[in-house]
């Protein structure tokens, strides 16, 4: 299993991203997606997911701003960010797991990670 993250960069405050995750091994009509992020000093942190049926969890800090979805066709799930703040700079990994809804917010819970990409919100 192999998932690829993708998309990270330098964006200003206010300014929009989307991250891209690709999976191979794996299916996300049977996994669920999720968007973890780690700033320097800091723990990870959830920041979103969505079940293989469907159902969507935010982090209040993002709630409103982001968006997470996932193509099945293309076996990818994706993070859109808009009005992006610098206290969102951080490398952002997605994750897969046969997750549930309590444990949708839980890192341990999922079981294959990607290898990170950076977003970096600055003027």
């Known amino acids: 299993v192999q998932l690829q993250a993708s998309g990270g960069g330098l964006v200003q405050p206010g300014g929009s991203l989307r991250l891209s995750c690709a999976a191979s091994?794996?299916?996300?009509?049977?996994?669920?997606v999720g968007w973890f992020r780690q700033a320097p000093g800091k723990a990870r942190e959830f920041v979103a997911a969505v079940k293989w049926d469907g159902a969507t969890a935010y982090a209040d800090s993002v709630k409103g701003r982001f968006a997470i979805s996932r193509d099945r066709a293309k076996n990818t799930g994706y993070l859109q960010m808009f009005s992006l703040k610098p206290e969102d700079t951080a490398t952002y990994y997605c994750?897969?797991?046969?997750?549930?809804?309590?444990?949708?917010?839980?890192?341990?819970?999922?079981?294959?990670w990607g290898q990170g990409t950076l977003v970096t919100v600055s003027s």
């Open positions: 091994g794996l299916t996300f009509s049977t996994y669920s």
């Open positions: 994750a897969a797991g046969r997750v549930i809804l309590s444990t949708m917010r839980v890192a341990e819970a999922y079981n294959y």
